[in-house]
């Protein structure tokens, strides 16, 4: 199964500023997925990152907000744009899916303040 | 749209047994199962793909019923090591996207 490496681990952000969140895959892979995690609460896909092409957003979530960069088959970055206290969750990227297991990172703990 | 799991939680002694059920208004390709560990990424348990087939990981196993658009899994003989939370997940016919259940809270206490 593909290794996923997540950073930062986690983080303490102000209101208002941006954050940055790299994943890297010891393979490639053609389709990449990013995931938020409220408190307590269950995943729920951001949007998927596809090499060459602009990344696709889920219902309530926009671009501006979490824009998503996937410059090769192995990398993506995930931005938390102009953050506010509702942002604090959990982040993870993912690769598989469909009829494959879906491998996580081990998250990026986000606490706005 | 996210399918519904059932129960919220269960609390179990050691070598107690329990199901975790999870449905779909839509029709499935496949459906994943995950347990997460507190401050832990989920972990892939197992996916069940249309067919109606059965599967098993360790002392948990799972079935799928296709027309029914349901899953469950069975965790027989629970181990304190089988505490955290379940996560079904499906992927839809129609989109082949996989969608989280609410998750379901396990508690194995010896």
């Known amino acids: 199964s593909a290794v996923i490496s997540q950073k930062p681990s986690r983080d303490i952000c102000q209101r208002g500023t941006s954050l940055t969140i790299q994943c890297q895959v010891d393979?490639?892979?053609?389709?990449m997925f990013w995931y938020r995690q409220q408190p307590g609460q269950s995943l729920t896909l951001i949007a998927t990152?596809?090499?060459?092409?602009?990344?696709?957003?889920e219902s309530g979530f926009v671009i501006d907000k979490f824009p998503i960069s996937r410059p090769n088959l192995t990398f993506s970055t995930l931005t938390v744009s102009n953050m506010s206290p509702e942002d604090s969750s959990i982040y993870l990227c993912?690769?598989?899916?469909?009829?494959?297991?879906?491998?996580f990172g081990n998250g990026t703990r986000l606490t706005v303040t | 749209q996210q399918p519904v799991q059932s129960p919220q939680a269960v609390i179990l002694r050691e070598g107690e047994d329990a199901v975790i059920n999870c449905s779909s208004s839509?029709?499935?390709?496949?459906v994943h199962w995950y347990r997460q560990k507190h401050g832990e990424a989920p972990v892939f348990l197992m996916i069940l793909l249309k067919g109606g087939e059965q599967k098993g990981h360790e002392k948990i196993s799972a079935s799928f019923n296709e027309k029914k658009q349901q899953s469950s899994l069975y965790l027989t003989a629970s181990q304190l090591s089988y505490s955290g939370t379940y996560f079904c997940?499906?992927?839809?016919?129609?989109?082949?996207?996989?969608?989280f259940g609410a998750g379901t809270t396990v508690t194995v206490r010896a």
């Open positions: 839509k029709a499935l390709y496949s």
């Open positions: 990152a596809n090499q060459g092409s602009e990344a696709t957003y």
């Open positions: 993912s690769v598989g899916g469909g009829n494959s297991p879906l491998h």
């Open positions: 393979s490639q892979v053609t389709m």
């Open positions: 997940g499906t992927v839809s016919s129609n989109d082949y996207k996989l969608s």
